[in-house]
């Protein structure tokens, strides 16, 4: 007979939903933050498009981000094709998959073991704990809970096919396989965990006698998963290649192997730490920049082992135990920093599926350890309720700090001030809000602290440059320019900060050059036709800027230098058509309001060079150009 819910399983999962949602809803006000989420999202114009076919081929056929993740870049696409820009159905889409997830783990759990309240637990810790945040309140990390939809649904798959085998079941398990792997390549340890599950709770190999037997029954196990394991193989090999591509790997220069082999033992120490005390808890967790104490290292190795020793020495009476145990540690592996992605020690995002083994462990054995205990269900509910509600108002505050950028560097810098990526973020935050002097002083921050950092100098120049320290700048530039030869970002705000001093000969031979190295880039014509305009250039001016603008038919940037040029040419009509296209791109834009204003003062226009003058005044009020010309024409008039 097929597997029904009955009434008290129904409601238990409607507890579970609804006690997800509430703990998430603060996540619904959050915006995006600039970590990752450009990448993905915000600042990404396939994702942005959304769902068409030729996103669908780009979405298969891309590297970008340094990872082959079809699905996820669907998701994104569906979200967009739905939301647009607005994070609320981006947050909504996440805090619905996680749900989703803890109500199928626990239907996978009391299926597999008909345990309910044991599945009941494990499923509500993993709803719950503040570690799963990141995963969910971040919005380029879809890529976990959407993997990890597919992860419990080959799991219930797999559940279907050691009950009744056959080739179809097989079929699904490797299918909802495939969909993890294609939307997080973190899934390549379903295979081995799928064996794990063997011994518990399917108890595949309970009828074996003797350790030949147990070892021929464990073999045949694992040919059963060769097709799995060709998948996981696959897998790995295509995202080691995109991120070699993409350069995301760290070399052993960067981090040494021993450096690595001993931050990966401390770590799984840290999560766990993590997991029974969740304070506090950061976005960035730095690489170590030296080799920690080797009592730490010791102690870790040791641990681990011991701990290994005692649950495969319990693997009879609590075979739970060693479930739990070597689920959290085998589907830690992947990320655990051996192969180095990125300059991490750890991230709280890796715990998604690993903490799912612990969670086993200690919703089991507080079951085993109190079945002989009067009164126990007294003792049991109000200790499980109370640890719940404790963990959600945990993940309830920690989700405050994914409200906006600087919030969320803020709390990383509190949690570790030497935290170059943090400084790093947080500058970028606040120079988007204008705090060019918060930003430069977290910028020299990172200098201190990450002195080799490759874009730290270049960082530095662009708050700079937006503070109008035109000299400052343009040494922050050539110092980038000396770390890194091809870094056209440089060359082009190296440019920029020329013009702003006078020296219009040297920007004119960097945007020559650049030219040069990209004939199509439509910012460097752009550049170097003002470069030209200031120099009264103006037909090679006139020229270049209508190349940009062909290249880009929407850049206000293009549009109004243009404009500005064919005022300089006596081409009003021209510069008044410019100006308006200017408008339309951006209404709330008032330069291009005073541009038109400008332009059809010179036609005579004098009334509607004023309806001009007023939109931009509606913009900015205290623009004094505006007001100045207002002020010309009204007095114009009034002679009239």
């Known amino acids: 007979m097929p597997f029904r819910f009955s009434r008290t399983d129904t409601l238990i999962g409607l507890v579970l939903l609804a006690a997800a949602m509430l703990a998430y809803a603060p996540a619904i006000q959050n915006g995006f933050v600039n970590l990752d989420d450009g990448?993905?999202?915000?600042?990404?114009?396939?994702?942005?498009?959304?769902?068409?076919?030729?996103?669908?081929?780009?979405?298969?056929?891309?590297?970008?981000?340094?990872?082959?993740?079809?699905?996820?870049?669907?998701?994104?696409?569906?979200?967009?094709?739905?939301?647009?820009?607005?994070?609320?159905?981006?947050?909504?889409?996440?805090?619905?998959?996680?749900?989703?997830?803890?109500?199928?783990?626990?239907?996978?759990?009391?299926?597999?073991?008909?345990?309910?309240?044991?599945?009941?637990?494990?499923?509500?810790?993993?709803?719950?704990?503040?570690?799963?945040?990141?995963?969910?309140?971040?919005?380029?990390?879809?890529?976990?809970?959407?993997?990890?939809l597919f992860w419990f649904l080959a799991l219930l798959a797999y559940l279907q096919y050691v009950k009744k085998p056959s080739i179809w079941r097989y079929g699904l398990v490797a299918l909802w396989f495939a969909l993890g792997l294609m939307s997080k390549p973190m899934l390549v340890t379903l295979p081995c965990t799928l064996l794990l599950l063997d011994y518990w709770p399917f108890g595949r190999l309970r009828e074996a006698k003797g350790a030949r037997a147990w070892l021929r029954g464990a073999g045949k196990l694992i040919l059963e998963k060769a097709p799995l394991f060709l998948l996981s193989a696959g897998a790995s090999w295509i995202t080691l290649s995109m991120q070699q591509q993409g350069g995301a790997l760290r070399t052993l220069d960067a981090a040494p192997m021993d450096l690595r082999i001993a931050n990966a033992l401390v770590s799984c120490w840290a999560y766990i730490g993590k997991t029974l005390l969740p304070r506090p808890l950061s976005a960035y967790y730095p690489f170590p920049e030296s080799m920690p104490p080797i009592i730490y290292i010791v102690l870790s190795a040791a641990g681990l082992v011991l701990v290994s020793a005692l649950v495969i020495g319990l693997w009879r009476r609590a075979p739970w135990a060693a479930v739990g145990w070597f689920w959290f540690l085998g589907t830690l592996a992947p990320v655990i920093g051996i192969v180095q992605v990125g300059a991490q020690a750890m991230a709280d995002r890796y715990t998604y599926v690993p903490l799912v083994g612990l969670f086993i462990l200690l919703a089991w054995s507080a079951e085993n350890l109190t079945r002989h205990l009067p009164r126990r269900n007294g003792l049991l509910a109000p200790a499980a309720l109370g640890a719940l509600a404790v963990l959600a108002a945990l993940t309830w505050h920690q989700i405050g700090f994914w409200r906006d950028s600087i919030a969320l560097f803020e709390n990383a810098l509190i949690v570790e001030e030497r935290n170059f990526v943090a400084h790093k973020n947080l500058a970028g935050a606040l120079l988007a809000e204008g705090r060019c002097d918060d930003a430069i002083a977290h910028y020299k921050r990172v200098l201190e602290i990450a002195p080799k950092s490759r874009d730290a100098d270049y960082n530095l120049g662009t708050a700079l440059l937006a503070k109008g320290d035109w000299d400052g700048a343009a040494r922050r530039f050539r110092l980038a320019i000396l770390r890194n030869r091809d870094d056209s970002r440089a060359y082009t705000n190296l440019g920029i900060a020329y013009m702003r001093q006078g020296r219009l000969a040297d920007a004119d031979a960097i945007f020559r050059e650049l030219i040069k190295a990209a004939p199509q880039s439509a910012q460097a014509k752009l550049n170097l036709g003002i470069v030209c305009a200031m120099q009264n250039r103006l037909d090679e001016a006139e020229r270049l800027l209508r190349e940009a603008l062909e290249s880009e038919p929407d850049s206000v940037d293009a549009l109004y230098n243009l404009g500005q040029t064919l005022l300089k040419k006596n081409d009003y009509v021209g510069a008044e058509r410019l100006f308006a296209r200017q408008t339309e791109v951006n209404p709330m834009d008032a330069q291009g309001f005073i541009g038109l204003g400008m332009a059809l003062r010179a036609q005579g226009r004098t009334k509607d060079a004023c309806v001009a003058f007023n939109s931009a005044l509606a913009i900015e009020p205290g623009n004094i150009h505006a007001n100045q010309q207002l002020e010309t024409l009204t007095s114009i008039q009034t002679n009239d």
């Open 39 to 148: 990448l993905y999202v915000t600042e990404n114009v396939e994702t942005q498009a959304g769902l068409s076919w030729s996103g669908v081929s780009w979405a298969f056929t891309t590297g970008h981000a340094s990872n082959w993740h079809p699905l996820t870049w669907l998701s994104h696409m569906l979200d967009c094709q739905l939301w647009g820009l607005e994070p609320r159905g981006h947050h909504a889409t996440s805090i619905a998959l996680h749900a989703l997830n803890g109500l199928l783990l626990f239907l996978f759990l009391l299926r597999a073991t008909g345990a309910r309240w044991p599945s009941a637990f494990t499923a509500a810790l993993f709803l719950l704990h503040p570690l799963h945040v990141e995963s969910v309140a971040w919005v380029a990390e879809r890529k976990d809970v959407l993997s990890t």
